[in-house]
């Protein structure tokens, strides 16, 4: 790995001309292209600040036809890439403003990581969350030490906060922007993936309106082989960088939606700087849909014992969608960004993604409400080894003959094929037997 400490000098110096009386970084003011020589001083600056996260076979490889890597990057403290940028920025300011301290006004993974690595480098931290975040999320910023304070009903509430809050008592406010500094201690992954896996043909990274990591490894990959193919992929609900590409400009106006299981993946296309860099250097980006995301989920967890929200799964998603048909028989890495999956949602995820995969089914038949007709059924669901979740009688409100009763059936099976079996089963027995669809 090519180390340039000239360039963590620049990088230093470039920072350190920051006005101090400024209640943001105003970062982007000092944005330019970055130089391999940037990541790879910021990849020898937080060498013993970050995991070095492996990039591992995937048993998913035969399924997929290729040979699939994954770059299990959830597994960072805070189970965010994010940490990378972070860490290199943190450690990149002037030390009278470490000294002074910084505010950041999110439940984002970028807030998480600033918490925690500012906490380690011994800077105060300030968190402004709004009240509706999640109380999980402001207990683990409290347990990576920062100090947490709710305000407001609504992001923008808690970000106007932070802002007084910085001018008024000289914190530095910091926001995910894609400032040089930035971007290259995201590039960090495109310089370990190259390293890990050799032979490399592609590598898939999530994008969204948030593509620093895609802009800043790409950056890295194209400059240690220009063949390898970068590929970016988003939500097809929120495709916020294809249109900024084909705007030529950051889209501002974008929809995006506020529910957390989009995460990043949905937000506004942040800056310049990524966008030129994506334009330049990415050799194509997808969209795919949600319910691509769920069974990506799911395939991330089965395999891989990896629980991932929807931005890690995102990358792998596109696979399972059949979106890149040209990588068969090649030799592909995922980055897999990040784990931090809300408990309430990962319920919900899974079910929804096992059915999506067609291994939870459910019918509804009616019945004589005699002895021995529901053993029957039972019978039949025993012989196609399919699983009872679950098993509902309804009698009060059936609009068939009287002295019958109407079973709903909730049921587990292998897959799709199985799936089918159990359905003409069923029906060669109980010809009205009515299937819900998916």
């Given at each position: 790995?090519?180390?340039?400490?000239?360039n963590?000098?620049?990088?230093?110096?470039?920072l350190?001309?920051?006005?101090?009386?400024?209640s943001r970084?105003?970062?982007s003011?000092y944005?330019?292209?970055?130089?391999f020589?940037?990541?790879?001083a910021?990849a020898?600056?937080?060498?013993?600040?970050v995991?070095?996260?492996?990039?591992m076979?995937s048993?998913l490889?035969?399924?997929?036809?290729?040979d699939i890597y994954?770059?299990?990057?959830?597994?960072?403290y805070?189970?965010?890439?994010?940490?990378?940028?972070?860490l290199?920025l943190?450690t990149?300011?002037?030390?009278d403003?470490?000294?002074?301290?910084?505010i950041v006004?999110?439940?984002?993974?970028?807030?998480m990581?600033v918490a925690?690595h500012?906490s380690e480098l011994?800077?105060?931290?300030?968190?402004?969350?709004?009240?509706?975040t999640s109380?999980?999320?402001?207990?683990?910023?409290?347990?990576?030490?920062?100090?947490?304070?709710?305000?407001g009903?609504?992001?923008?509430d808690?970000?106007t906060?932070?802002r007084r809050?910085?001018?008024?008592?000289?914190y530095?406010?910091?926001?995910?922007?894609?400032?040089?500094?930035y971007?290259?201690g995201?590039?960090?992954v495109?310089?370990e993936?190259?390293?890990q896996?050799?032979?490399?043909?592609?590598?898939?990274?999530?994008?969204?309106?948030?593509?620093?990591?895609?802009?800043g490894?790409?950056?890295?990959?194209?400059?240690?082989?220009?063949?390898?193919?970068?590929?970016?992929v988003e939500?097809?609900?929120?495709?916020?960088?294809?249109?900024?590409l084909?705007?030529?400009?950051?889209?501002e106006?974008?929809?995006?939606?506020?529910?957390?299981?989009?995460g990043?993946?949905?937000?506004?296309c942040?800056?310049?700087n990524s966008?030129?860099?994506?334009g330049?250097?990415?050799d194509k980006?997808?969209?795919?849909r949600?319910?691509?995301?769920?069974i990506?989920?799911?395939r991330?967890?089965?395999?891989?014992?990896?629980?991932?929200?929807?931005?890690?799964?995102?990358g792998l998603?596109?696979?399972v969608?059949?979106?890149?048909?040209?990588?068969?028989g090649?030799?592909v890495?995922?980055?897999?960004?990040?784990g931090?999956?809300?408990?309430h949602?990962?319920?919900?995820?899974i079910?929804?993604?096992?059915t999506?995969d067609?291994?939870?089914c459910?019918?509804s038949?009616?019945?004589?409400?005699?002895?021995?007709?529901?053993?029957?059924l039972?019978e039949?669901?025993a012989?196609?080894?399919?699983?009872?979740?679950?098993i509902?009688?309804?009698?009060t409100f059936?609009?068939?003959?009287?002295?019958?009763?109407e079973?709903?059936?909730?049921?587990?099976?292998r897959?799709?094929?199985?799936t089918?079996?159990?359905?003409?089963a069923?029906?060669e027995?109980?010809?009205?037997?009515?299937w819900t669809e998916?």
């Amino acid at each position: 790995m090519k180390i340039v400490s000239r360039n963590e000098e620049l990088l230093r110096d470039a920072l350190s001309r920051v006005p101090q009386s400024s209640s943001r970084t105003s970062l982007s003011s000092y944005n330019k292209l970055i130089r391999f020589e940037d990541i790879s001083a910021a990849a020898f600056k937080i060498q013993c600040g970050v995991q070095k996260t492996p990039c591992m076979y995937s048993r998913l490889s035969k399924q997929y036809g290729m040979d699939i890597y994954l770059k299990k990057e959830f597994l960072q403290y805070t189970g965010s890439v994010k940490e990378r940028g972070v860490l290199y920025l943190l450690t990149s300011l002037p030390q009278d403003q470490q000294r002074k301290g910084v505010i950041v006004a999110s439940d984002s993974n970028f807030s998480m990581a600033v918490a925690y690595h500012a906490s380690e480098l011994r800077i105060p931290v300030f968190v402004i969350m709004s009240t509706s975040t999640s109380p999980a999320r402001v207990k683990m910023c409290r347990e990576y030490g920062a100090m947490v304070i709710s305000y407001g009903t609504t992001a923008k509430d808690s970000q106007t906060h932070a802002r007084r809050l910085a001018q008024e008592n000289g914190y530095l406010y910091l926001e995910e922007e894609d400032s040089a500094v930035y971007l290259s201690g995201l590039g960090t992954v495109g310089l370990e993936v190259y390293e890990q896996v050799p032979k490399l043909d592609a590598v898939i990274f999530p994008a969204g309106g948030h593509c620093g990591l895609l802009a800043g490894s790409a950056a890295a990959l194209k400059h240690l082989n220009p063949h390898i193919s970068v590929i970016g992929v988003e939500s097809e609900s929120f495709p916020v960088l294809q249109q900024s590409l084909k705007a030529g400009h950051p889209i501002e106006d974008q929809a995006c939606s506020n529910h957390h299981f989009y995460g990043d993946v949905s937000g506004l296309c942040f800056g310049s700087n990524s966008l030129q860099l994506t334009g330049k250097l990415v050799d194509k980006v997808v969209a795919v849909r949600e319910e691509d995301i769920l069974i990506s989920m799911l395939r991330l967890l089965e395999y891989e014992r990896a629980t991932v929200d929807a931005e890690g799964a995102i990358g792998l998603a596109a696979l399972v969608a059949g979106k890149l048909p040209e990588l068969k028989g090649k030799r592909v890495a995922v980055v897999i960004c990040s784990g931090n999956l809300e408990l309430h949602l990962l319920q919900q995820c899974i079910a929804r993604a096992l059915t999506l995969d067609n291994r939870v089914c459910r019918f509804s038949l009616v019945l004589s409400d005699c002895p021995g007709d529901i053993s029957k059924l039972l019978e039949i669901l025993a012989r196609e080894e399919a699983r009872v979740l679950d098993i509902k009688q309804e009698r009060t409100f059936v609009t068939s003959e009287l002295f019958t009763v109407e079973v709903t059936c909730t049921m587990e099976t292998r897959d799709k094929i199985h799936t089918a079996q159990l359905r003409n089963a069923l029906l060669e027995r109980y010809p009205t037997a009515a299937w819900t669809e998916r």
